[in-house]
Nanobody, 122 residues
Framework: QVQLVESGGGLVQAGGSLRLSCAASRNIFSIDHMGWYRQAPSKQRVLVAHITRGGNTNYADSVKGRFTISGDNANNTVYLQMNSLKPEDTAVYSC????????????????WGQGTQVTVSS
């Protein structure tokens, strides 16, 4: 079973920075892309950013210019550098990876991390 392990969440003051990491392991043949969603209390989960294996990125409008997603293909790891954090960035951040688990299985399935809490105080 593919496993995604996240780290880097925590409590930070407004204007501060945090860096999230997400490492995928086990039964990985290839990864098409990885990314981060977040879910604030009483709100729907929304896409924050994603990155393709080729390095193409996409961001939610609310984080453009403040967050940067990057990837390490060799280690199946994705990072989210979050700068100029705002209280409205407070949420549980979950990473995902679209993974192909074998050469014979030509289907990518989405796997999720356990989620990490980011809290930004005003």
């Amino acid at each position: 079973q593919v496993q995604l392990v996240e780290s880097g969440g925590g409590l930070v003051q407004a204007g501060g920075s945090l860096r999230l990491s997400c490492a995928a392991s086990r039964n990985i043949f290839s990864i098409d892309h990885m990314g981060w969603y977040r879910q604030a209390p009483s709100k729907q989960r929304v896409l924050v950013a994603h990155i393709t294996r080729g390095g193409n990125t996409n961001y939610a409008d609310s984080v453009k210019g403040r967050f940067t997603i990057s990837g390490d293909n060799a280690n199946n790891t994705v990072y989210l550098q979050m700068n100029s954090l705002k209280p409205e960035d407070t949420a549980v951040y979950s990473c995902y990876a679209d993974v192909r688990t074998s050469y014979s299985n030509n289907v990518y399935m989405r796997y999720w991390g356990q989620g990490t809490q980011v809290t930004v105080s005003s």
